[in-house]
């Protein structure tokens, strides 16, 4: 089974133009997650979709990002207009619909390789 | 945010065992303890679970405390590709990773 991927692996920008990350899940996860890791910060969540429905989106840092998952599959992270403090490294992850396990209900998430941006 | 406190770094020599401690004493009822690690240039792993009781799986052992505000990830034989950062977390589906512990094993 295919993991989660991840395109492009890196990415090298100018500050003000426009990056597109995106993201393909696990064949028929419908959770799909985006996380990202700026310069000597911790890994942060961004935001959740259930299908193609934003879930929670509390972690998105501004206006600049808009994330998309048209059809419930693949997912996009584009960045407009690109600041410094974007660079980073950007993870997805995505997880089944929780499942009962005889008394509990769980969802583990299967990260991707992240993409690497750096804008200069 | 869902905090967890975990010691910053950890070694172990190689083939012995690894106990990586975790505080997080803000953990509500229905939350989960996730251990996650990641190897240098690759996305987080998940290791292991657990809600109330002790859990046990072929990459490690999860210890929760009787009142849930800890838990100890159990690493059996530590090998060097076990080298990662080790996060716990507990949250629902908004993961919170902290810092982690930086684990190096020494051959």
């Known amino acids: 089974e295919a993991g989660v991927t991840q395109f492009p692996s890196h990415s090298v920008i100018e500050k003000g133009q426009t990056v597109t990350l995106r993201c393909d899940p696990i064949?028929?996860?419908?959770?799909l997650y985006w996380y990202r890791r700026v310069m000597g910060k911790e890994i942060k969540f961004l935001l959740h979709?259930?299908?193609?429905?934003?879930?929670?989106e509390s972690g998105m840092p501004n206006n600049r990002f808009l994330a998309e998952r048209t059809g419930g599959t693949y997912s996009t992270l584009k960045v407009q207009p690109a600041e410094l403090e974007d660079s980073g490294v950007y993870f997805c992850?995505?997880?089944?619909?929780?499942?009962?396990?005889?008394?509990?209900?769980?969802?583990?998430?299967?990260f991707g390789p992240g993409t690497r941006l750096t804008v200069l | 945010d869902a905090k967890t406190t975990q010691p910053n770094s950890m070694e172990s020599n190689e083939e012995e065992p690894v106990h990586l401690p975790c505080n997080h004493s803000?953990?509500?009822?229905?939350?989960?303890i996730h251990w996650y690690r990641q190897l240098p240039s690759q996305g987080p792993e998940y290791v292991i679970h657990?809600?109330?009781s002790n859990v046990n799986n072929r990459m490690a052992s999860l210890a929760i405390a009787e009142d849930r505000k800890s838990s100890t990830l159990i690493l059996h034989r530590a090998t060097l590709r076990d080298a990662a950062v080790y996060y716990c977390?507990?949250?629902?589906?908004?993961?919170?990773f902290g810092t982690g512990t930086s684990l190096t094993v020494i051959p």
């Open positions: 992850a995505s997880s089944p619909r929780p499942r009962w396990n005889g008394g509990e209900t769980y969802n583990e998430q299967f």
């Open positions: 064949s028929g996860h419908d959770n």
């Open positions: 979709f259930v299908k193609e429905s934003k879930q929670d």
């Open positions: 803000t953990i509500s009822g229905t939350d989960y």
């Open positions: 657990g809600l109330t």
């Open positions: 977390i507990h949250t629902g589906n908004q993961f919170y």
